[in-house]
């Protein structure tokens, strides 16, 4: 049971938006600001889409944003391509026992 | 090219021990603080250990507490984590990666993971 919850799945089409949710407590996405994003294709490592709640890093497409309200955390994905196709990752710091906690995954699927 | 390369992963039995490694290359090792990120066959990812710059602080995943130990060489630029007691459970892919920003002594610094190496399979099973 991860400690942040995740939808298991969405899809879309290509070009459409999509939204996914991160839904925490107040001690972790709504304490602090230290919200992340990540993107794992089957096989291969995570790879960090977004950190601190909304900043990019150097050479992430700027179809991918992050935001936050609340202690629900949301990335949103413009202009969907096929090789979006992947699992997305939050992550957020606690004030729990251990720094960081992730969230169970959402699987995207590209129509 | 920034890189970590994993090693050190392997069948074990169940109450054995294993030593993974984690070789870092193309930045500076030993001004980012470092850690350990597990995922089950088929499940999601779970944060295991950190480690400060310095290797003087170091942070356990409850699940794993008393039994795995992270620790550094910043002269060989390589990170290691040490498992003992080994269960069925922790069976994974074992990552290392490097926290975001530099010279971070804050815990909130494990919040971003920028660079990850390929992982290390860990079986645990008679």
């Known amino acids: 049971q991860s400690a942040l919850t995740q939808p298991a799945s969405v899809s879309g089409s290509p070009g459409q938006s999509i939204t996914f949710s991160c839904t925490g407590t107040s001690s972790d996405i709504g304490g602090y600001n230290y919200v992340s994003w990540y993107q794992q294709h089957p096989g291969k490592a995570p790879k960090l889409m977004i950190y601190d709640v909304s900043n990019r890093p150097s050479g992430v497409s700027n179809r991918f944003s992050g935001s936050k309200s609340g202690n629900t955390a949301s990335l949103t994905i413009s202009g969907l391509q096929a090789e979006d196709e992947a699992d997305y990752y939050c992550s957020s710091y606690t004030s729990s026992s251990a720094p960081v906690e992730f969230g169970g995954g959402t699987k995207l699927t590209v129509l | 090219e920034v890189q970590l390369l994993e090693s050190g992963g392997g069948l074990v039995q169940p109450g054995g021990s294993l030593r993974l490694s984690c070789a870092a290359s193309?930045?500076?090792?030993?001004?980012?603080?470092m850690t350990w990120v597990r995922q089950a066959p088929g499940k999601g990812l779970e944060w295991v250990s950190g480690?400060?710059?310095?290797?003087?602080?170091?942070y356990h995943a409850d699940s794993v507490k008393g039994r795995f130990t992270i620790s550094r060489d910043n002269s060989k630029n390589t990170l290691y984590l040490h498992m003992n007691s080994l269960r069925a459970e922790d069976t994974a892919e074992y990552y290392c990666a490097k926290v975001r920003l530099e010279y971070c002594s804050s815990t909130s610094c494990y919040s971003a993971f920028d660079i990850w190496g390929q992982g290390t399979m860990v079986t645990v099973s008679s």
């Open positions: 193309g930045f500076t090792f030993s001004t980012h603080a």
């Open positions: 480690i400060t710059v310095s290797g003087g602080s170091t």
